[in-house]
T-cell receptor, first 112, second 114 residues
Framework: EDQVTQSPEALRLQEGESSSLNCSYT??????LFWYRQDPGKGPEFLFT???AGEEKEKERLKATLTKKESFLHITAPKPEDSATYLC?????????????FGKGTMLLVSP | EAQVTQNPRYLITVTGKKLTVTCSQN?????MSWYRQDPGLGLRQIYY???????DKGDVPEGYKVSRKEKRNFPLILESPSPNQTSLYFC?????????????FGPGTRLTVT
């Protein structure tokens, strides 16, 4: 059973067209939720960590929020350089400290 | 520059021919791990190491071995590769077991086993 589900699988936006990516999780007692960005042919790059419901983090055009069931990555006025795959991962209590469970990612394409 | 390096970046091999993918980090991190990434399955952890000579299995360890003789290096060994190990492999490191917020990934190794 999937613990982390990301939607949509792919998203195409026009430059400047704001939108949100969703990451829903089914674990209880979340230790942390993480957002990464992955460019083609590269390893994931850390973006945000969220630990408790109501928490928000911002970086440039990106804003991550967390509820008890899901996280959103809001992209405001995106630019073509924001095109990438965005990965969500959770750290659950029963996974110990060693394991992050990753979602399958949302592939974002921003057209000029 | 803080970085995780992997070699080779691309590798095509045949079933059963032993291979090693090297991983090295220059940040003096205690914690290192290996992931594989497959379409439709996402990133899955293969093995991890909390320090020198301390390694443990992740979610998908079958068919893989690792060693951690030095803090900076964490090679991934495939003793007898099979086609189902064709994948994109990432090495990652972080300061310790709790600092996921500073986890650095290498550039990836694309392995094809025929």
């Amino acid at each position: 059973e999937d613990q982390v589900t990301q939607s949509p699988e792919a998203l195409r936006l026009q430059e400047g067209e704001s939108s949100s990516l969703n990451c829903s999780y089914t674990v209880s007692g979340l230790r942390g939720l993480f957002w990464y960005r992955q460019d083609p042919g590269k390893g994931p790059e850390f973006l945000f960590t969220l630990y408790s419901a109501g928490e928000e983090k911002e970086k440039e055009r990106l804003k991550a929020t967390l509820t008890k069931k899901e996280s959103f990555l809001h992209i405001t006025a995106p630019k073509p350089e924001d095109s990438a795959t965005y990965l969500c991962a959770v750290q659950a209590p029963d996974s110990g400290y060693s394991t992050l469970t990753f979602g399958k990612g949302t592939m974002l394409l921003v057209s000029p | 520059e803080a970085q995780v390096t992997q070699n080779p970046r691309y590798l095509i091999t045949v079933t059963g021919k032993k291979l090693t993918v090297t991983c090295s980090q220059n940040m003096n991190h205690e914690y290192m791990s290996w992931y594989r990434q497959d379409p439709g399955l996402g990133l899955r952890q293969i093995y991890y190491s909390m320090n020198v000579e301390v390694t443990d299995k992740g979610d998908v360890p079958e068919g893989y071995k690792v060693s951690r003789k030095e803090k900076r290096n964490f090679p991934l060994i495939l003793e007898s590769p099979s086609p189902n190990q064709t994948s994109l492999y990432f090495c990652a490191s972080r300061e310790d077991r709790d600092t996921y917020y500073e986890q650095y990934f290498g550039p990836g190794t694309r392995l094809t086993v025929t």
